[in-house]
Each structure stands twice: as C-alpha cells, then as structure tokens.
C-alpha cells in the first residue's frame, strides 16, 4: 500500500522543517521517496499544510457510563472530522477509569469503533473521590498514558504530593485541573463585572491560580512532570512561566474557547458557554495568546466535553459545565492565532501534535522517516460556518454556532489510512 | 412606548421606556382607589403565576393586579406542581403555552430562568424575581413610590444597604434608579459585596454613615440567616451594629429621606422598629404601588396601550 502526498507545504516541529516537499507512505509508514506505480495512491496537497496528526490531549469520550453524551464511535469520528489522529481522554466515566479494567476496557473498545488512536488517562484517587490513591502502576501496564482526577481536582495536597511521588516512578505525568473548589464554590461562570450583572455565582481567578501554584510547588519538590489542563488565567499563565523560568518539570495548556472567548460570552445565560474552568476576562484571553506565543503554554487541547440537548436546556444552574471543541479547534486556531500572525504554523502544529506527543510518551507527532503516516492537511484558506448539525460526535454544545472559520482539516490519515475527507 | 414581548430586566430598558411603564401606573393607581376596584380591560385574558419560590406580596400582587383587570388567573406554585415530579422548566413553559395563556408571571431561585422560559412561550413573561440577577416590577415600585413624593427621580440620591452581593432588588434598582438620573450608593461589607459595581455607575461605600450622608432614599434590603451559616458575615449582632438603620444613622441623610424596604423585614437587624415604624418609612406604599405597577404591566404586555384611554 502505497501513497504521495504531493505538492504540499510539510511543516514538522519536531524535524523543524517547513517546506515545500512530498511525502511518501508506504504500508503505513514514513518513507523515502520511491517511484509511483500504477497502484500508488496519490493525494493532492498543492496549496494545504501537511502536519503530523493532531493530538488532542484532553477529551471526554463519555463511554462507559454516558454513551447519550458520546461513544468512543462517535467521539473519535469527532475528532478524525476535526483533524485529530489520536486522542487521549479523561477518566471521569461511570464507572470512573480508576483501574485497569476500565483502562483495558476503553482500549478494546477503541481497537473496535475508534476512528482515531485513544489514550486512555487513568483516576490519579479511587473513584475521583481524592480519598485514596488509585492502582496507577497498574493502570500504566495496561496502557494508561497520564493520570488526573479532571474535573474534580485533588483538594488535600498530601494526597497530590504522594501521587506525584508515585508518578514520578511511573515516568507518567500528572495532569492537573488546578480549582480549590473552596473558592470556586458553587460558581458558573467567571466571577467579575457579568457575573454581578447577571446575577450568576462567580468562580475567581484564584480559585485556579491558588492550586496552579500548589501543584507546581509540588512538581517541584518531586519532580514529578505535571501538565496544567485548560489554563485560563493571566495569573496561571504567570505561574508557569515562573516555574519554567525555573527548570520545573512543568508544562500546560489552552483550549481554544479560552483564547476566544470572554465571560461576555455567558451574556442571555447561554449554556452552551457554560464552562469549567469558566471563560474568562479580556486581559485573560491576551495572557492565554501571549502565553501560547511565548512557549509558556506548550500544547492546544480542546476538553472536548460533550452534553446532551436537554442537559444543556436548563436554567443556567443547573446545566453542566463544557463544551464540545474537537470539530471547530483546528478552525479556531487557524482563524485566531495563525492568520491573526500570533503563532506561525510551525508553532501550532507542535502546540496540536509535537508537544502532546511528547508530554504523553507517544511515538507519535512527527514525520521523521519511519515513523507512523499520522498526518493531518490543513487547507489553509477553506472557510466555513460552524453548524453543530453538521457534526459528527453527539454534541452539540457549542458556543461557536454561526462563527466563520478560516483554515480547516481537509483529509486527516491514520497509518496511512484515509479517516476523514472533507 | 413599551416594544419589548417581555419584562426581563431593567438592564435592557431605556429611561423613555421605564417612565411610559410609570406613568401608565397611574391611572391604575386610581383604579384601585375606587370602591369597586374592577375594570374590564383584560377579561378574556389569562395571566398564569408560576412561583418556584415562596412569595407573599409579589405573588398575591401580581393576583391582585390581574384580577382587578378582571383577567382570569392562575397561580402555580412548584411545591404542588409537576415541577415536584421533575418536569423540567423547559416543559412547564411549553405545557403553559398550550393552555394558552398570555401572560406567565415567573419567580425562580435561579437566575436567567425566566430568560429561558421566554424564549420558549409566545406569551408575554414578566420577570417577578430571578436569582440573583433581577426583580425589575420591584423597583419600578420603587421608582413609583419615590416619585410620587419627590416628583422626579433625576438629581437625588439613593443609598441602597445590605446584601447586595444576593440581591436582585440592589441590581434592578441599580439600573432603574441610575437610567432615570439618580445617584446610587451601594453599601453593605466586602463579602456581600459583588464586583464590578463601579462599571454600572454604583458607588460603593463600606461605611453605611458614609453612604447615608445627604441620601434622599435610603433602601434597606433583608439580611437572611442563611448567609451567616454560609459564613459570609461574622453575625447578626454585628451585622447590626454595622450595617442597620436608626434614628442616629437616618439623621445623617436629608431631613425628608424616605425609606425603603423591599420586605420582608427583619425588625431590629436591618431596621429599627421606630424607623420601620415611622414617618420616613414608606413601605406600605411600596406593597399599594406594587399593585398599579403591576396592572400597567400586565395592560402593556398585553397589548395595551395601542387602545386609547378609555379602555380601562
């Protein structure tokens, strides 16, 4: 099985190279250039980016236990559509992916029905409840990639400091939703001037920075890798620029919503923008850019977070927090950092691919000669409206509705292997 | 003129558009100073109450203002509803549609909920207290009353005190008192306060003596308990002492301030029974003018207002 990709422009963090060159795949694999037979396949590249497949660290799969939300099926169809080749997802399941069944459980099903590669990130505590630690040597054996409690952050910091003690055995990272939830309390939305006027419980800033800043101090102290999910404050995005500064084994990332949109977002009580962590202030959003410009901010993951119709048709209180990201990520940052010339090509890929690749431990995330024919082509000039209708995971809880995008995914592949074709 | 379908806010309304609602008010006001206090300008008409929350005055204010109109009304309360068996507010509105009313009169303990109900029925809703965003007929009360004493809103001061962080009556008052030319103080401590008051043109005072000097309304809002089990003040006693209203604070405001007080009250916290009690208050006002308030809406809302005068 053979395949050229020609006429493209390849950009490769991870070999640097930004150029005009085609590709060659064979059986699956990077290759060097050969000679075309009649039974080569070739694709038209002139004009697209050709990129190593898009990873997206942080999605929620929903299954087992939420299948209404999404399914491995149609969560990793998302996210093929969306120009992702693999994803790693969050373990806040039903029943929560704590051990090594649920683990074995999520990978059989993606050998199965998954049209991307999926990597599952296992429970840091026994169901999340941040009581006990979970079997993470275990898990990790049966291919756990990271561990987090996502969305339901680790309070006591003795507990947090013994598993980052005991993922820095395991080599995997920790991946930390930073939010005290003493601070957060009960908010919806981020606590500010539309907060007050809607008359909505506000989540400060400091809810998240408060446990930034714990958790860093900690991967300090360990040195234990510990990876900031969704940061979406100027403080935080201060936090780990100190913390690198310093050498600490920190990384961190942004979701497009947070260098997109304000809290004005939530104006109405449009739940489809009710989030966690919340959308923030303007000075936020330019933090989380500069961030993302300066390599404080190493990857763009989505926290994909699908919900169904009637959950998010409620009064404000009472819809869940997140949104769905894997269809219009791509979208959004070609349209908001890329043609806005606040990160070049190069940057972006290596923010969607190199760096998640790195963080996570996978042989993935670059075009190197024999490595995995991953490969995501973005036409760089393809605009289209956002149509949740139109999507192809289960939810459609967006807040990008109506919104042109410039810059999209036009064939994602996967060993080689066509997943999507706009 | 009154456009819009709804009242949602007062955020959203224009200074023309809250005096039109006021000065609509005031043949109603002469309505229910009749004996027979019935007119027939909304027979045929149905005005549902839907309270998810418990009210006495608002609701049975709303009832009062309806049937005075002679509309047929209809309250529902969440407790003995199909709201307690989990049907979703979503549902409630479209099953009220259907039953055809026009006018749905919601009070939620959520804020936004009457913004979603809205967007589902044809009929007119009226935001009777949302949350914690808004409770615009409350201050269009307020307006009315203090304009009847004082003429016109422009030019005074209004001190607001107490929970501001909670209260919808802070917020709608914020906006009606400040669209219409007043000057608002916000008063009450830091951890009842929310932020961002200054970008609605509030002023915020932590010390009520401050915020007292030169007021010509002086509102008080009800402290509740619960905020002290939330920990949010230290108590009731020092809350008091702080924060409440007498007759030695009073005099640091002009000679003829009015009080206000949205009820309930809570005598001896917030108010001093002599000041709830005396010649400043005008808080039985409030509850009379909450009924004419009410009557315009409803007859605005309904179409009203496009007929001539002699329809009611």
Request: negative net charge; glycine residues 10%; charged residues 20%.
């Amino acid at each position: 099985m053979k395949l050229i990709i020609k006429g493209g422009r390849l950009v490769d963090p991870a070999s640097g190279r930004d150029e005009m060159t085609d590709v060659y795949v064979q059986d699956g694999i990077i290759c060097t250039r050969f000679v075309p037979d009649k039974s080569t396949e070739i694709v038209d590249a002139a004009g697209k980016l050709v990129a190593p497949g898009f990873i997206d660290m942080h999605v929620h799969l929903r299954e087992p236990g939420y299948e209404a939300k999404e399914t491995i099926a149609t969560g990793t169809a998302a996210a093929a559509r969306g120009g992702y080749t693999g994803v790693a997802c969050m373990p806040n399941t039903n029943p929560v992916a704590d051990n090594r069944f649920i683990i074995e459980f999520i990978r059989k099903r993606a050998a199965e029905e998954g049209r991307v590669s999926v990597y599952p990130i296992g429970a840091i505590t026994r169901g999340s409840r941040g009581e006990e630690l979970a079997e993470l040597g275990d898990m990790r054996d049966a291919g756990a990639v990271a561990f987090s409690d996502d969305g339901r952050p680790v309070s006591d910091a003795g507990l947090m400091r013994r598993a980052m003690q005991y993922c820095k055995m395991l080599g995997a990272p920790v991946i930390s939703h930073c939010e005290d939830q003493t601070l957060a309390a009960g908010g919806v939305m981020h606590e500010g001037y539309n907060s007050t006027i809607l008359g909505l419980k506000g989540i400060p800033a400091s809810a998240e920075e408060v446990m930034v800043a714990r958790d860093i101090i900690l991967a300090a102290e360990t040195g234990c890798p510990l990876h900031i999910a969704h940061i979406s404050t100027a403080g935080s995005v201060a936090l780990v620029r100190e913390a690198k500064k310093r050498g600490y084994p920190v990384t961190a990332e942004a979701t497009p919503q947070h260098f997109t949109l304000t809290d004005r977002a939530v104006a109405r009580y449009n739940t489809a923008a009710k989030v966690n962590p919340p959308l923030r202030g303007e000075e936020d959003v330019q933090a989380v850019r500069e961030g993302l410009a300066d390599g404080t901010i190493d990857v763009i993951a989505t926290d994909h977070a699908p919900h169904t119709f009637d959950e998010k048709n409620v009064e404000f209180d009472l819809a869940p927090f997140g949104l769905v990201g894997l269809e219009t990520a791509v979208g959004l940052v070609w349209t908001e950092l890329v043609h806005t010339g606040i990160l070049t090509p190069l940057q972006v890929v290596a923010k969607l691919s190199q760096h998640p690749a790195r963080i996570l431990g996978l042989d993935r995330g670059s075009l190197a000669e024999g490595s995995a024919a991953d490969i995501t082509i973005i036409d760089p000039v393809f605009t289209q409206t956002v149509d949740p209708e139109q999507f192809a995971g289960k939810g459609k809880n967006t807040p990008f509705a109506g919104r042109t995008l410039q810059g999209l995914p036009v064939i994602t592949l996967r060993s080689g292997l066509c997943i999507y074709a706009a | 003129m009154y456009k819009h379908k709804d009242l949602m806010e007062l955020k959203e309304l224009t200074a023309d558009e809250i005096n039109f609602l006021l000065d609509t008010a005031v043949p109603m006001k002469e309505v229910i100073s009749r004996p027979i206090k019935k007119v027939p300008t909304l027979r045929g008409r149905t005005v549902v109450n839907l309270f998810y929350e418990n009210s006495t005055r608002t609701r049975s204010s709303f009832e009062v203002a309806a049937k005075y109109l002679s509309a047929d009304c209809i309250n529902i309360s969440s407790a003995a509803s199909s709201v307690a068996k989990g049907e979703s507010l979503y549902d409630t509105a479209r099953t009220l549609q259907s039953l055809g009313a026009d006018v749905i009169v919601v009070r939620h303990p959520m804020s936004g909920a009457p913004h979603l109900l809205a967007q589902v029925v044809k009929a007119a809703v009226i935001n009777a207290g949302d949350g914690t965003h808004e409770h615009p007929t409350q201050t269009l009360l307020d307006l009315f009353t203090v304009r009847e004493h004082r003429g016109e809103i422009a030019g005074l001061t209004v001190t607001i005190v107490g929970d501001i962080l909670h209260s919808r009556v802070a917020r709608s008052g914020i906006w009606g008192f400040t669209k219409l030319g007043a000057e608002v103080r916000v008063c009450g401590p830091p951890t009842l306060m929310p932020p961002g008051l200054a970008q609605t043109g509030a002023r915020v005072f932590y010390r009520l003596e401050e915020a007292l000097v030169g007021a010509d309304v002086v509102m008080m809002l009800r402290i509740q308990k619960e905020r002290q089990q939330q920990g949010l003040f230290p108590g009731l006693r020092e809350y008091s002492r702080l924060f409440g209203l007498n007759r030695e604070r009073l005099a640091l405001a002009k000679p003829d301030a009015l009080v206000l007080h949205p009820g309930p009250l809570n005598r001896g916290v917030e108010i001093a029974h002599d000041i709830a009690d005396g010649p400043a208050a005008v808080i039985e006002e409030q509850v009379t003018n909450g009924v004419a308030v009410r009557m315009a809406l409803l007859y605005l809302l309904t179409g009203g207002g496009a007929h001539s005068e002699a329809d009611y």
